[in-house]
Nanobody
Framework: QVQLVESGGGLVQAGGSLRLSCAAS????????MAWFRQAPGKEREFATAISWSVGSTYYADSVKGRFTISRDNAKNTIYLQMNSLKPEDTAVYYC???????????????????WGQGTQVTVSS
């Protein structure tokens, strides 16, 4: 049974930083793409960033490019989201997600992701 468990959310002032973690278990994720999505109140869930576990390639939404960094720790089966220069508009529930991609190609399409975590709240105050 696949489990994705996020942690690290919280309240931070604008300009501050947070690091989110997503611990994955239940199978070998070497052929998976792992992503972070976010959902602000009253808005649709949107793609933020993703990493191909096998090749390490990454992709970022324009809204987070240059401020957020996704990374992985193979030994711990965990991915991270380092968020710097946070803005009030980054306030959202952040979700970890995964799907099988033998080619390592990353998609931003929400429907492609088969596994989801429960989410962690990030609140950025102005």
């Amino acid at each position: 049974q696949v489990q994705l468990v996020e942690s690290g959310g919280g309240l931070v002032q604008a300009g501050g930083s947070l690091r989110l973690s997503c611990a994955a278990s239940g199978r070998t994720f070497s052929s998976y793409v792992m992503a972070w999505f976010r959902q602000a109140p009253g808005k649709e869930r949107e793609f933020a960033t993703a990493i191909s576990w096998s090749v390490g390639s990454t992709y970022y939404a324009d809204s987070v490019k240059g401020r957020f960094t996704i990374s992985r720790d193979n030994a711990k089966n965990t991915i991270y989201l380092q968020m710097n220069s946070l803005k009030p508009e980054d306030t959202a529930v952040y979700y970890c997600a995964a799907y099988f991609s033998g080619s390592g190609i990353i998609t931003t399409r929400l429907g492609a992701y088969d596994y989801w975590g429960q989410g962690t709240q990030v609140t950025v105050s102005s």
